[in-house]
């Protein structure tokens, strides 16, 4: 009777153990945020991600700054600061946003306060993927604005992911293009 009990539990517990054999996804958790290079041809590997399946044709319809213009058409930040957008799956600060930099420098000189960056995600890859991603996107813009002479400590840095979409008529590549995005606000 006890080996009958010893066997059926062992039986039960083998299946069990067998039922959750699925792996569970790796997570890179030995690139610190403050480490990683914000500028230049830096960027974040999308092709790692099975949600982003169409990442390729996307990318390649777009310009490095997501066919956004650098007039202020497109602007989220407030108190007379500028939006700075970003290609897909990238952080790095291209060219064709540099007047949206300068302008916020310009503002940045004549206010004392503090500032919030806030990284903002087009819905494409998963939360975990899209807070990393907005968190490094606010990182680049702080350290372009610190590379100018602005003081780092005047800098908070958040990341909403893709929580916060300017744009949702999300059939169009322009429309994606406006949720890459860094805000600036006053504290």
Known sequence: MKKSIFYAMSVLLLVFLTGCSQKAPELNTSANISDTPSMGNAGVNVG???EMTNADALKA????SGGLPNDGTYN???????????GFGDFSIVNDM??????????LKSYSGNIKLEGNCDEFGTDEFNYALGLKRA???????????IAAERFT??????????CTNNTTDE???QNRRVDLHKQ
């Open 48 to 50: 790692e991600h099975d």
């Open 139 to 149: 990182k680049a813009v702080k350290d372009a604005l610190v590379a100018q002479g």
């Open 175 to 177: 429309c994606y293009a």
């Open 98 to 107: 540099q007047k949206a930099i300068d302008k916020n420098i310009q503002t």
């Open 76 to 86: 989220n930040s407030t108190d007379g600061f500028q939006s700075v957008y970003f």
């Open 157 to 166: 840095i958040v990341s909403l992911g893709e929580s916060t979409p300017v």
């Open 61 to 64: 319809k777009m310009s490095p």
